[in-house]
């Protein structure tokens, strides 16, 4: 079965501070991995997917199929990026996401 | 194009008391899927559906039920209501593919007392 871990349930930094939030995952397949992210009052929404290879917010986040990893990192955290960060893991068949516990990212001055 | 669209916002039920979460897409999505938001375990899937009369149990099916007529709707039912589903549920839409994203409606925050 398909596990998504993250480590931190809270990560606090101060504003321009270097940003890396943690997802481990454990699947036999070929996975595909998401980071969704929910600010403050507003619904989740997706952030970035790893087929993509964009930066999305000055995010970015690499798959490393050895370590099955796919830690968010950014270089400089900036106040708005405060939110709850969700690694999620997508699996072939029926489309179904699972979703890790999720960091409390809290950017201060 | 409203997107998911959950209703109601927020309810408060009775230890058993029944009640449907209501959930609408207008995107033409065949996946749709309800999840629960439990502090410190994240979302859970509840149950989930690939298409019109198709549905399967997710993680935490217990105590709820799910039906799909139409693409667009998705409703959850909670049969007996009891503390422990106390929790904000969201609802899903995707289209069906491994590489696509979700679209999330804005949850409803439901307490059981």
């Known amino acids: 079965a398909q596990r998504v871990t993250q480590p931190e349930k809270l990560l606090s930094v101060f504003k321009g501070a270097p940003v890396e939030l943690k997802c481990n995952y454990s699947y036999s397949g070929s996975p595909e991995l998401f980071w969704y992210v929910q600010y403050s009052r507003q619904r989740l929404q997706l952030l970035l997917r790893h087929i993509s290879r964009e930066s999305i917010k000055g995010f970015t986040a690499d798959l490393n199929k050895g370590e099955t990893s796919f830690h968010l990192k950014k270089p400089f955290a900036q106040e708005e990026d405060s939110a709850m960060y969700y690694c999620a893991l997508r699996t072939g068949t029926a489309s179904k996401l699972t979703f890790g516990t999720g960091t409390r990212l809290q950017v201060t001055l | 194009n409203a997107g998911v669209t959950q209703t109601p916002k927020f309810q408060v039920l009775k230890t058993g008391q029944s009640m449907t979460l209501q959930c609408a897409q207008d995107?033409?999505?065949?996946?749709m899927s309800w999840y629960r938001q439990d502090p410190g375990m994240g979302l859970r899937l509840i149950h989930y559906?690939?298409?019109?009369?198709?549905?399967d149990q997710g993680e935490v099916p217990n105590g709820y039920n799910v039906s799909r007529s139409t693409t667009e709707d998705f409703p959850l039912r909670l049969l007996s209501a009891a503390p422990s589903q106390t929790s904000v549920y969201f609802c899903?839409?995707?289209?069906?593919?491994?590489?696509?994203?979700?679209?999330f409606g804005q949850g409803t925050r439901l307490t059981v007392v």
């Open positions: 995107m033409n999505h065949e996946y």
């Open positions: 899903a839409s995707s289209l069906t593919g491994v590489t696509t994203e979700a679209f």
């Open positions: 559906s690939v298409g019109a009369g198709i549905t």
